[in-house]
């Protein structure tokens, strides 16, 4: 049996991988899609009850918070993928690289399918400002930079391998020294332009992106090599 399932080609093998992962894939695409209705509802109710005129950029705030919580929706199913399904892939006879290369491309059409979803949002929030008598909305999307939607694209899928590898590779530790890296940096680089007085917005983009990059390679070939089991 083991030799028929290892005979799959990788157009097989991703197709099962994905039929494995359908469903947690759709349902967290769902929760940014009722988070935007929330804080829209949430938007329109405050607007009615003080009773001010409608503010169209208000509504750049529930596309960038579902936004926000599809990242986040992809980095959570992204550990799934690369704990339990990556555990089976091995567990079923297929090869670690199919099982990475699938873990990869799952991430990414999510994280692709959460950005498409974020810019039709963003147009129902502009039609909702016309119906309100608003003659343009605010439009929050031409404030992205490009490099940022390719970051928003492979980060949730390598911060779940890295986080995934580590533990395989490092055990429990490697998860406290995760969490204080990522503490530092969230609390540490928003202070920086101030401490140095100068921009450094395409800096920290560099280095975001050369530092996922980097992660994005060390961290799925340890899952080459990591031992599976007890995910």
Not at 69 to 75: E, K, L, M, R
Not at 95 to 102: D, F, K, L, T
Not at 149 to 157: K, N, S, Y
Request: glycine content about 10%; proline content about 4%.
């Amino acid at each position: 049996m083991k030799e028929k399932t290892a005979a799959l080609s990788f157009g097989q093998f991703f197709a099962r991988w994905m039929r494995l992962r359908r469903d947690d894939m759709l349902a967290m695409l769902l929760f940014p899609a009722g988070f935007w209705l929330l804080i829209v509802a949430v938007v329109l109710i405050a607007a009615a009850v003080e009773g001010e005129p409608f503010d169209a950029s208000a509504f750049a705030i529930p596309t960038a918070m579902a936004l926000v919580g599809g990242v986040f929706a992809g980095f959570i199913t992204g550990i799934g993928s690369a704990g339990v399904c990556f555990t089976l892939t091995v567990c079923w006879g297929h090869s670690r690289r199919q099982g990475v290369a699938s873990l990869w491309l799952s991430g990414i059409l999510y994280s692709a399918a959460n950005l498409l979803l974020a810019v039709l949002l963003q147009r129902a929030g502009m039609l909702i400002c016309l119906a309100a008598g608003v003659q343009s909305g605010f439009d929050l999307l031409p404030l992205v930079p490009p490099v940022l939607w390719l970051i928003l694209l492979v980060a949730p899928t390598a911060g779940a391998v890295l986080v995934k590898a580590s533990l395989r590779r490092f055990g429990p530790k490697a998860g406290s020294w995760l969490y204080l890296i990522f503490m530092v940096a969230c609390i540490g680089i928003p202070n920086l332009d101030e401490v140095l007085g100068v921009d450094l917005t395409a800096l920290l983009f560099a280095v975001l992106g050369v530092g996922l990059a980097a992660a994005a390679v060390v961290s799925s070939l340890w899952l080459l090599r990591a031992p599976v089991g007890g995910d």
